[in-house]
């Protein structure tokens, strides 16, 4: 693969012994300190034999609920290396569903998950391939139901942390990135049957933050107000001289200080920007109510009197208080009352870049910098924006990695941050 795509499966290859794996008392594969492993799951690389890697991990704006993260990695399969029913194949007895598998890019891992289903094509012209579709760890928790129990009163992110250490979840440890959330939530009684991820994605919206699987297949939970991860230095652009042309941070991003051109920045070309202005991130009547709470509505009639009634309802919250629902609607009233011109997504061609780690090390919930001249007419426009969705397409010849934006035109206060910890300019959250 021209841009270093590696994909590699867990086989546990000591369930069936192959020319590998230590066999004891065997005369070959029975020496201690030989080349060979010892019984148990490891990671084998396939990339010799992939064809195409397709990912897409995210949601497509800051409204939708995170979606389980997806794979498809196609394999030459004309030895049978993949059929479960050859019995000479090197992971025979492994080819099955649910064997964990990660692939990177230059180092960097694009996704972690389990492989779902092995589906065999096979051409009477010998051309076979073992196509495999894979999932991240939210499937897991789709699959996974709550005994009844009553969660106590505690914060988003420590109802997060404790729906994971139930028995009946036992999320790893070691596979959690939990951020503080700002938003408390009333003890609840949980009934049994309840979906787990659907009862993790009320907390999600609750919160309005994000719970996704990242890259490297760990559990994140970012809060409302969790502190800004830096501003990468990767420039998706379509200018690659000091951008005298553009906006300096003005647009739509006026309430924001220029944050570039810097020295570090690391220019990369886009291939394709899609831009939006509509109705699809327009609410001007919010509705926000708690189980066993009141109800807030926000209005703003300007808008509703330029454009027609859209409502945002988010009913059936778990926050502790009224104070907190009434805080969320006018939240959201301010953030969505007026369309926007929003840069959906932008496209990066990575055999057209010198700086495939760097591109590809961007993660969901990073900052980036985008400026774009529509048909290089007029002044240009920089935005800041966050990264709420990655998706990889690659074949042998071609890797492209398209990113779902949402527009910053706001951050919390980041006490003593230089750039998001002046008064007057960040918000102080929620």
């Given at each position: 693969?021209?841009?270093?795509?590696?994909?590699?499966?867990?086989?546990?290859?000591?369930?069936?012994?192959?020319?590998?794996?230590?066999?004891?008392?065997?005369?070959?594969?029975?020496?201690?300190?030989?080349?060979?492993?010892?019984?148990?799951?490891?990671?084998?690389?396939?990339?010799?034999?992939?064809?195409?890697?397709?990912?897409?991990?995210?949601?497509?704006?800051?409204?939708?609920?995170?979606?389980?993260?997806?794979?498809?990695?196609?394999?030459?399969?004309?030895?049978?290396?993949?059929?479960?029913?050859?019995?000479?194949?090197?992971?025979?007895?492994?080819?099955?569903?649910?064997?964990?598998?990660?692939?990177?890019?230059?180092?960097?891992?694009?996704?972690?998950?389990?492989?779902?289903?092995?589906?065999?094509?096979?051409?009477?012209?010998?051309?076979?391939?073992?196509?495999?579709?894979?999932?991240?760890?939210?499937?897991?928790?789709?699959?996974?139901?709550?005994?009844?129990?009553?969660?106590?009163?505690?914060?988003?992110?420590?109802?997060?942390?404790?729906?994971?250490?139930?028995?009946?979840?036992?999320?790893?440890?070691?596979?959690?990135?939990?951020?503080?959330?700002?938003?408390?939530?009333?003890?609840?009684?949980?009934?049994?049957?309840?979906?787990?991820?659907?009862?993790?994605?009320?907390?999600?919206?609750?919160?309005?933050?994000?719970?996704?699987?990242?890259?490297?297949?760990?559990?994140?939970?970012?809060?409302?107000?969790?502190?800004?991860?830096?501003?990468?230095?990767?420039?998706?652009?379509?200018?690659?001289?000091?951008?005298?042309?553009?906006?300096?941070?003005?647009?739509?991003?006026?309430?924001?200080?220029?944050?570039?051109?810097?020295?570090?920045?690391?220019?990369?070309?886009?291939?394709?920007?899609?831009?939006?202005?509509?109705?699809?991130?327009?609410?001007?009547?919010?509705?926000?109510?708690?189980?066993?709470?009141?109800?807030?509505?926000?209005?703003?009639?300007?808008?509703?009197?330029?454009?027609?009634?859209?409502?945002?309802?988010?009913?059936?919250?778990?926050?502790?208080?009224?104070?907190?629902?009434?805080?969320?609607?006018?939240?959201?009233?301010?953030?969505?009352?007026?369309?926007?011109?929003?840069?959906?997504?932008?496209?990066?061609?990575?055999?057209?870049?010198?700086?495939?780690?760097?591109?590809?090390?961007?993660?969901?919930?990073?900052?980036?910098r985008t400026r774009y001249t529509p048909?290089?007419?007029?002044?240009?426009?920089?935005?800041?924006?966050?990264?709420e969705g990655v998706a990889h397409a690659?074949?042998?010849?071609?890797?492209?990695?398209?990113?779902?934006?949402?527009?910053?035109?706001?951050?919390?206060?980041?006490?003593?941050?230089?750039?998001?910890?002046?008064?007057?300019?960040?918000?102080?959250?929620?």
């Amino acid at each position: 693969m021209t841009t270093d795509v590696r994909v590699e499966i867990g086989f546990d290859l000591g369930a069936s012994p192959g020319p590998t794996v230590f066999v004891l008392g065997d005369p070959v594969q029975g020496e201690l300190d030989s080349e060979f492993v010892l019984a148990g799951e490891l990671f084998y690389d396939v990339t010799d034999a992939v064809r195409s890697v397709s990912v897409r991990r995210g949601r497509s704006r800051r409204l939708d609920k995170s979606q389980t993260g997806s794979a498809a990695v196609t394999l030459d399969n004309r030895l049978r290396t993949f059929d479960p029913l050859y019995s000479a194949g090197p992971y025979f007895g492994q080819i099955k569903p649910r064997r964990p598998i990660r692939i990177s890019v230059s180092g960097q891992a694009v996704f972690t998950g389990l492989i779902e289903d092995w589906n065999l094509d096979y051409d009477l012209s010998g051309d076979s391939i073992a196509s495999v579709s894979c999932v991240d760890g939210f499937v897991l928790l789709a699959g996974a139901e709550f005994t009844a129990h009553t969660a106590v009163a505690e914060l988003s992110s420590e109802r997060v942390a404790s729906v994971l250490s139930r028995p009946e979840v036992a999320w790893p440890a070691g596979l959690r990135d939990i951020a503080t959330g700002s938003q408390a939530l009333q003890a609840d009684v949980v009934d049994g049957g309840t979906n787990v991820l659907n009862y993790l994605q009320l907390v999600e919206e609750t919160e309005v933050g994000s719970i996704f699987v990242a890259a490297d297949g760990v559990l994140t939970f970012k809060g409302a107000n969790t502190p800004s991860a830096a501003i990468q230095d990767v420039v998706l652009t379509d200018n690659f001289d000091p951008p005298t042309n553009y906006n300096a941070g003005v647009s739509y991003v006026a309430a924001l200080p220029y944050v570039g051109p810097a020295a570090a920045d690391i220019l990369v070309p886009y291939e394709g920007v899609a831009v939006e202005y509509g109705t699809e991130t327009l609410f001007n009547r919010v509705i926000v109510s708690r189980v066993n709470g009141g109800t807030a509505v926000a209005d703003d009639e300007a808008s509703r009197a330029e454009y027609g009634v859209s409502v945002l309802d988010r009913s059936g919250q778990l926050s502790a208080d009224d104070a907190q629902v009434s805080a969320v609607a006018d939240y959201l009233l301010s953030r969505y009352k007026q369309p926007e011109v929003r840069v959906r997504e932008m496209t990066v061609n990575l055999l057209a870049t010198q700086s495939i780690p760097q591109v590809a090390a961007i993660e969901i919930g990073n900052l980036l910098r985008t400026r774009y001249t529509p048909n290089g007419v007029g002044a240009g426009i920089e935005q800041l924006a966050l990264v709420e969705g990655v998706a990889h397409a690659s074949t042998p010849n071609s890797h492209r990695v398209t990113f779902a934006l949402d527009p910053v035109t706001a951050l919390p206060f980041e006490l003593d941050n230089p750039t998001w910890g002046v008064l007057d300019l960040s918000i102080l959250g929620l």
